[in-house]
DNA sequence: TTACATGCAAACTGTTTGCAAATAT
DNA sequence: ATATTTGCAAACAGTTTGCATGTAA
């Protein structure tokens, strides 16, 4: 079994989630090149390509366990279709309109200042940041 | 016919919209108080117990020409379901992650810096701030 | 009178779920 | 051996659309 392979699997299994045939190549796909966005939907074709048998059910569970275990985050566009980001950094997004891409801000870059007082009680678990860039 | 429903039916003329029955009738449950947030299926709620008869198809139709004519603007949270503004102009929003509802702030208490050079072509057509809040 | 708006039901998209068969431990 | 995961199809939520009927200009 080649070592990025076993990467992998303790990448997985540090996560709490059996490595099974299908996550093992998902998590492949996702985390074998750089930082990466995409939909569920992307992912099946991909798998497909690769000609890892996949069901969009199974991609669906598998993103948002993925998700849930700190190795993806989702980022909210729209309404239309949910999309998932390999960079599970604090960092901020440009939206390309034309085409619906996405593509990263670095944090270090860019800061929001001036925030009011957040109301009692509550804590910020996040702030999103998206600057929509249309076509000239 | 009173005072406040003709402002109501000249906004939709200047928008190019008809002041029909059910577009005057939302209008006036929109824009009746200040800003705020809301679901298509939250306004069908409020017009049957106002006993205003619309159709939910309607009330998302209506809603989408609102937004294209810019009486309203789309706020993008999660996938699951589409949120309108009443408030068009450039502000930010704090999500309450314990009840899903929106609170405004306004832009001249918030700012964003240090953005980077944007790819050339292209223009910045809106930045979208969501500062997410979590119960302590 | 005529073009546009409405309501309903049916279509549609993206996503989730129930359950039997397959698999990791 | 046993608990978990998978795949399929069916369910589901939110939203949009086709078409006959109703309405504003």
């Known amino acids: ?23 093992v190549a998902l998590a492949e796909l996702l985390f074998a090149g750089g930082d990466r966005h995409f939909s569920a939907e992307k992912i099946h074709e991909e798998a497909e390509e690769a000609r890892i048998p996949v069901s969009l059910a199974t991609i ?36 390309m309109e034309s085409d619906g891409s996405l593509v990263d801000i670095e944090t270090h870059d860019l800061k929001v200042i001036g925030l009011p007082e957040i109301p009692p009680g509550t804590d910020i678990s996040r702030i999103d940041v998206i600057v929509r860039l249309a076509d000239k």
């Open 1 to 23: 079994m080649p070592v990025h392979m076993c990467e992998v699997i303790n990448k997985l299994r540090d996560a709490g989630l059996r490595p099974t045939r299908q996550r």
């Open 60 to 95: 669906y569970n598998t993103l948002n366990q993925f998700t849930d275990a700190g190795l993806l985050r989702e980022v909210a566009i729209d309404g239309s279709r949910t999309l998932f980001d390999t960079n599970t950094s604090n960092h901020y997004h440009f939206f």
